[in-house]
């Protein structure tokens, strides 16, 4: 997980259609991470360290916030006018005089810019025995730019109404800042002061890196971080990967104020740069933005290769705790974004235990059994590696008998695939959620378009989505499944010692 501070000071209160409104004052929020500033609808045991932080807008293609399904299917077709208009926007390509390119969602109907951008290279990046680096870094952009100390610098953000953020994640550093427009020149100015002349003074340094050392200690006494942090390193042996996005606490003290620059100077650089802005901006303003912003940053980077990694399944994990409650988590082969495949794989997904209430696995292990609150399977796509994930909590004492009725339900459709109609009905809640999911704010669509360019998947994919979804066919799906479900998956129990499973059999 990633610490990457999230100021929050002069913020915007969302509306119920476009996400946004009236601007607001908000407290400083130093030392808490990012990711638990995302709703987390999951129950707690079940969270993942194997998913991708911060989570793609396309990785994990139809998945909706659990906690607020039923709400969106009820809202939806009172928004559905609007978010359909959404999803026939026009997306502008911008390029600078300096090459720095940024898609483009002109909304002049509220006076807001968000901009999302990332750089590649991420945690994963963080060298041997300094891990934890990148995500400190990113702790440390509002803490001093340029001639501006931290308070300082926090002051201008609060005279200037903006919202700015960094986030580390395995395979990019990630940046965010909302406006309003009428104060845009001075938020674009605290924007390229930070990305281009962060201070990392010794103070902040200290003080963010002591933020993260308390957690480090907390999650020491917390047994689902353990048990993430030993499944990871059974997943993925040695890889980078293994490693928690936070570091330790021995690799944290290493890390100096020179090693902080220095990844800053090899990642933060134009080549490795992806932007997406949406709001109250028009092209020819937005292409000199863009080189204030990054038009003087190194035009290339220097990153370290990082390898592809399988994860390693045929495996079960029992991490021992005397717990009322079981976490089981369960990892089959993946598929790549790029791979002809992968709309088959959602698809297959969302019927397993993708979809909140309809999914397979939620109707046999919480509503014909009662055996968890929530159960799902997720598909997991980071640049390195790929898998699909399947998480429950049950009681203790019904945790063999819930790890039987999961493999099961993996078991049939490996070797029967869905139905005809569970095709259909998912291929349009599919289509039909993707605005609600994805297009429902500023934010959230620069976020989105960050993300296509990421994927390399072109200015033109949301128009294209529903035809490839529609393409698949239920032969598809099902080659798909048996291509991943027969698999003999890692397994790992959180909890007392799991009794032999009578007949289980592998999945």
Known sequence: MSFGLMRMRGTFFP???????????LGRMRGVPAWQERRSVQHPSTVSALRADPPSPTRGEGKLYRAVATLCFALFFLLLPALAARAEMNIQEVKSKKGITAWLVEDHSIPLIAIRFVFDGGSAQD?????GLVN???????EGAGDLDSDAFQQKLDDA??????????????????????????????????????????????????????????NERDPNTVAQQRWLRAIYGEHPYSRSDQGTKESLTTITDDDIRAFHKANFARDGLHVAVVGDIDAATLSNKLDDVFG?????????????????LGQQLEVNYDLPQTSLQLAWPGVKRSDPDFFATVLMNEI??????????????????????GVSS??????????????????????????????????????????????????????????????DSS?????????????????????????????????DVKAAAKKLLSADPAVMVIGPPLAQVAGGGKG
Request: charged content about 25%.
């Open 15 to 25: 509306s119920p259609l476009v996400g946004e409104g009236g601007r607001a004052k």
């Open 127 to 131: 060298p041997a025995g300094k891990e």
């Open 136 to 142: 400190l870094m990113t702790g440390l952009f509002d």
């Open 161 to 218: 109404g903006a919202e700015m953020s960094f986030q580390a994640a395995r395979d990019g550093t990630y940046g965010s800042m909302r406006m309003l427009s009428e104060e845009k020149s001075e938020a674009f100015d605290l924007l390229k002061l930070a990305v281009n002349r962060p201070r990392f003074d010794q103070a902040p340094i200290d003080r963010i890196r002591a933020q993260v050392l308390s957690g480090i200690l907390a």
């Open 296 to 312: 003087d940053l190194p035009e290339k980077q220097t990153l370290a290769p990082v390898a592809d990694v399988a994860p390693k």
């Open 352 to 373: 397993l235990g993708g979809s909140t209430f309809t999914s397979r696995l939620f109707s046999e292990v919480r509503e014909k059994r009662g055996l968890a609150y």
């Open 378 to 439: 997720d598909l997991v796509d980071n640049q390195h590696s790929h898998a699909l994930l399947v998480t429950t909590a049950t009681r203790s004492d019904r945790a063999a008998e819930t790890l039987s009725i999961v493999r099961q339900v993996v078991k049939d459709m490996a070797e029967n695939g869905p139905t005809e109609e569970e095709l259909a009905a998912i291929k349009k809640y599919m289509i039909g959620a993707y605005a609600i999911n994805n297009l």
């Open 443 to 475: 934010s959230s669509i620069a976020a989105t378009l960050v993300e296509l360019q990421v994927d390399n998947l072109g200015i033109d994919y949301i128009k294209r989505r529903a035809a490839l979804i529609d393409a698949v066919t239920l032969a």
